[in-house]
């Protein structure tokens, strides 16, 4: 089952903040295989999304070092009109926000047109149409012919999303990359397109990398997840042993904060502290021990890397041996104003 | 008779148009919505985007002008809040969904907490500055930032600012409208954590207002679900989450993730049951207009919105 569809190696982002560089993706290893749902999730802030805009190069002021290989090549040293011939073809993205991700001024069927377009010059006009009919029948739109003629301003929010992955999907890519598809829609809508996303990743055999803050659209999505904390992946693994047996301080400490449907928490999880800004992150040591303060020192790596601690499971540096969460009675109590 | 009521609550917005602007018709936002709250207790209201949820919410507060219905607050008219006295006021407070837009930026952390102290209390400098830090202490910041502007906190931060000035004056009743949506899960574990503190030390009621059916499971002892501006489904938690009777609940119910990975698949059956069941039955539960039917019990506290049997 593992043919790799993408390998990243090493991969560091920076942004220039005040004539310096400083890593919002830093030493990020990963492989996506054919017919596999790799989702990353972690905090905002965490680098998860820059990770996505740098496979698709779509940062414009970024430093990017290390190896995007995608088909045979490095995607970090082709030039944008190489990339262009990739991206939209091989590689397709759906946006957060289907709204700003459309162009208000062009008809539906004409902005889907036109990366048909794009990677083949030769098609006719009226295949054309007929794929994008196609193409809209087939992420689940009703009246596809008059959806055609359409602005994106006439349509639901769930509709707009539908177009975008339509769009997306458009050259049958092998690689879909999803940057939270559903955080701007109402929760039966994000049922549905979540629905629709593992219903085409089936058909097309691609590989998925979906972006998300959501726990809840991790358990029932991901066929492996990577959980990102400041810029590093801290834990992968396949879902069933994230979940079950998460090792990681930051991973449990985030399966403890959310309120789940399913069973009776009198109290949720709190992080100390907040994530630190891309300027104060700590590059030595581990990045999640200032937030877990009541684990000694000597737990923690001196330059953490993940250990495979058993098949395909990684946890970086090796503070999860001695990690317990703090007792109820440790916390401060706190006095009523009278 | 119950801490706050709400009977047959109705918010129609005008839509204007033509060459007067004349009113063309009428957006019923919230249209015949009723229940009651207890003291001490949370009452979760949900929906999906455009159900009236938030409307409901700012129309009790004053903030949308109610164009039919009743809203009792401990035995007293509040209809028109506006008109009521300035004590009732200062009872009823509301924290905002957006942490970012709620805060003035321009004004300093100790002049947004102090406003409505200086508004109902007469306090010298120094006591409003020792209020304003006793309050910033009570919801986790430290006193020395009262001199900081918003801008300089973090989202979770600033939702306690903006919980800090709902408390200042000791309300009974705090509407909060999607206080944790635009947060990270681990702050919002951290302002719904500190809700329920605050709830249990200063015995606070509150509506709260959200579209996350996981929060509003942990936080509320009644839920109303909306859909259309009426209510489909209310009851205790147990009655929505264990007992859902109307087919738009089960659809709400069955769409949320579920966390343990092994359930997946008898999840999406579930979801696609639910799905046809929800296509095929629309007609028997909403009615011509595709609006929710009047409320029947069910059960002492469970209320369904089913027609008329008979």
């Known amino acids: 089952m593992s043919e790799p569809v993408l390998k990243i190696n090493h991969l560091k982002t920076s942004f220039r903040i005040k004539d310096e560089y400083f890593a919002a993706v830093d030493d990020v290893s990963l492989t996506v295989n054919k017919n596999e749902l790799l989702a990353i999730v972690g905090e905002s802030g965490c680098g998860k999304s820059a990770l996505a805009f740098s496979i698709m190069n779509l940062h414009t002021r970024a430093k990017i070092e290390g190896e995007i290989t995608f088909k045979g090549q490095n995607l970090v040293n082709l030039s944008t009109a190489e990339l262009n011939k990739l991206r939209g073809k ?11 991700a459309l162009n208000p001024l062009m008809i539906i069927g004409d902005q889907i047109g036109e990366i048909l377009l794009i990677h083949n010059k030769n098609m006719a006009v009226n295949e054309r149409k007929q794929r994008v009919v196609e193409l809209l029948t087939k992420v689940g739109i009703p009246r596809p012919e008059h959806v055609y003629t359409q602005y994106p301003h006439e349509l639901s929010g769930g509709m707009r999303q539908r ?4 769009m997306a999907i458009a050259n049958n890519p092998e690689l879909l990359i999803a940057d939270e598809p559903t955080t701007a829609l109402d929760v039966t809508i994000q049922s549905q397109i979540l629905d629709l996303i593992k219903d085409l990743k089936e058909e097309s055999h691609a590989g998925v990398i979906l ?63 907040v994530v630190p800004a891309l300027q104060n992150l700590p590059r030595e040591g581990c990045r999640f021990g200032p937030r877990i303060p009541w684990i000694k020192e000597s737990a923690h790596e001196k330059n953490p890397v993940l250990h495979e601690v ?11 041996k001695d990690f317990h969460f703090p007792h109820e009675d440790k916390e401060e109590k706190q006095h009523v104003i009278s | 008779m119950s801490f706050l009521e709400i009977d047959d609550l109705k918010v129609h917005f005008p839509i204007r148009g033509g060459f007067f602007g004349r009113t063309l018709a009428h957006v019923k936002a919230v249209d015949g919505v009723s229940f009651s709250i207890e003291k001490g207790k949370t009452y979760g209201l949900v929906g999906e985007s455009g159900s009236g949820k ?22 007293k008219e509040i209809t ?8 009732l006021r200062r009872d009823i407070q509301m ?27 007469k306090l ?32 979770g931060q600033r939702q306690r600012i903006g919980i800090a000035r709902a408390i200042a004056l000791k309300p009974k009743l705090i509407i909060a409208d999607e206080p944790v949506s635009a947060l990270d899960v681990s702050v919002q574990a951290q302002v719904l954590n500190f809700m329920q503190e605050i709830q249990k030390e200063l015995g606070l009621t509150y509506l709260f207002i959200s579209h996350d059916l996981g929060v509003i499971k942990h936080m509320c002892d009644h839920i109303g679900i909306m859909y259309k501006g009426r209510h489909v489904e209310s009851g205790t938690t147990k009655d929505i989450f264990e007992n859902p009777q109307h087919i738009y609940t089960k659809r709400l119910v069955a769409a949320i993730p579920d966390i343990n990975p092994r359930n997946r698949n008898e999840q999406l059956k579930f979801r696609q049951d639910v799905k046809q069941e929800y296509e095929q039955a629309f007609d028997q539960y909403f009615d011509d207009e595709g609006l929710a039917y009047p409320l029947q019990p069910v059960s002492d506290t469970h209320l369904v919105a089913l027609p008329e049997r008979g």
């Not at chain 1, 997840?225 to 990681?248: C, K, R, S, W």
């Not at chain 1, 058993?310 to 999860?320: E, Q």
């Not at chain 2, 028109?80 to 004590?87: H, M, P, T, V, W």
């Not at chain 2, 010298?124 to 502007?149: C, D, F, H, M």
């Open chain 1, 310 to 320: 058993s098949p395909g499971h990684f946890v970086r540096c090796t503070c999860y």
């Open chain 1, 163 to 166: 177009v975008v992955i339509a």
């Open chain 1, 90 to 100: 091989n590689m397709g993205m759906i946006f957060q926000d289907p709204l700003t």
């Open chain 2, 54 to 75: 938030t409307t409901t919410g700012r129309a009790i507060i004053g903030l949308n002008k109610i164009t039919s219905g009743r809203v009792t607050f401990e035995g």
């Open chain 2, 95 to 121: 924290i905002f969904q957006d942490p970012y837009s709620s805060l003035n930026p321009k004004k300093r952390v100790i002049d947004i907490i102090a406003e409505p102290l200086r508004n109902y209390e």
């Open chain 2, 124 to 155: 010298s400098k120094a006591e409003e500055t020792k209020r304003v830090q006793e309050l910033l202490e009570l919801v986790g910041l430290s006193p020395e930032s009262i001199l900081k502007y918003p801008h300089e906190f973090s989202g």
């Open chain 2, 80 to 87: 028109d809040l506006r008109r009521a006295s300035k004590d």
């Open chain 1, 211 to 273: 972006i998300t803050h959501d726990l809840g659209v991790v358990a029932e999505m991901a066929d492996r997840v990577a959980v990102m904390y400041a810029g590093q992946i801290v834990e992968i693994a396949d879902v069933y042993t994230l979940f079950e047996n998460p090792l990681h301080p930051y991973t449990r400490s985030l399966l403890n904060s959310v309120p789940t449907t399913n069973e009776e928490q009198s109290k949720l999880h709190v992080i100390q502290g």
